[in-house]
């Protein structure tokens, strides 16, 4: 019972870090994005867009100019979307000044129920027992993966 608490927690964790770390590289990508587009974009503009090219070759580097613009719009977007994750997630919803439904709306909250008899405290016993069951049974499959790709390695 104790090593899936400590499962739960160390895989709560990661996963808190993994937001973080995708996060913050996800920002870095922002400003580098806009400065490989101004480094790169005029030395593109000069060397196809010229007479000599043929209308394959101009087309392909206006439809990769496009793309890398369209992608430069959406991550402001994503990344406000992962910081809004993180922030649930440390338990502090990102509140907004605008009303939109579908980012606006918070995670489902979970509603404690007031155990009144002996059947529901049986009900919920169980319920904790069945997760922390499937919880030990998954880390150990997931030991005895781990040691076999060691032993082969």
């Not at 995708?22 to 790169?40: A, E, P, R, S």
């Not at 027992?129 to 993966?145: N, S």
Request: glycine fraction near 4%; hydrophobic fraction near 45%.
């Amino acid at each position: 019972m104790e090593s899936s608490k400590i499962v739960l927690k160390v895989t709560v964790i990661i996963h808190f870090i993994l937001i973080v770390c995708f996060f913050v590289l996800h920002c870095i990508t922002i400003g580098q994005d806009m400065l490989f587009i101004g480094i790169y974009q005029p030395i593109g503009d000069a060397t196809y867009e010229v007479p000599k090219q043929p209308n394959t070759v101009k087309n392909v580097y206006r439809f990769s100019l496009g793309i890398c613009i369209l992608n430069l719009i959406i991550k402001p977007v994503t990344a406000f979307l992962m910081y809004k994750v993180w922030q649930e997630r440390r338990g502090k919803p990102v509140q907004l000044p605008c009303n939109i439904p579908w980012i606006v709306a918070s995670a489902p909250t979970i509603k404690r129920k007031k155990r009144s008899s002996n059947s529901s405290e049986a009900d919920s016993e169980m319920e904790t027992d069945l997760v922390a069951g499937i919880i030990t049974i998954l880390t150990d499959q997931l030991k005895g993966v781990l040691i076999e790709q060691l032993r082969d390695w």
